[in-house]
């Protein structure tokens, strides 16, 4: 009789194409509040321009804001959306 033997997983759940990835908006110089928010309104699923007006204040103050977080491939069309909208992006990372 043979016998299964599980080996200890070396990623969580999260890991691959999975799990929360961060699409992260950094401030410049050439973005306008009343661009980004209208921006992230624009390609963010569920985002308003009040809310869009919030994380551009939060952009502004801190130098970044997390502006959604999913899966990769969602993660990398939002990033690629906004990125050619002229917004400031940064790396995408994982959670």
Do not use: C
Not at 58 to 68: D, E, N, Q, Y
Not at 85 to 95: F, H, N, S, W
């Amino acid at each position: 009789m043979s016998q299964t033997i599980e080996l200890p997983r070396t990623s969580g759940p999260d890991s691959a194409l999975g799990g929360a990835w961060r699409v992260i908006v950094r401030n410049d110089d050439h973005n306008t509040f009343d661009g980004v928010a209208r921006t992230l309104a624009r390609f963010i699923p569920g985002m308003t321009v009040a809310r869009g007006y919030d994380i551009a204040d939060r952009i502004h103050a801190s130098g970044l804001a997390i502006v959604w977080s999913g899966h990769k491939e969602l993660a990398e069309h939002y990033w690629h959306q906004l990125r050619d909208a002229g917004l400031t992006m940064a790396p995408l990372e994982q959670a």
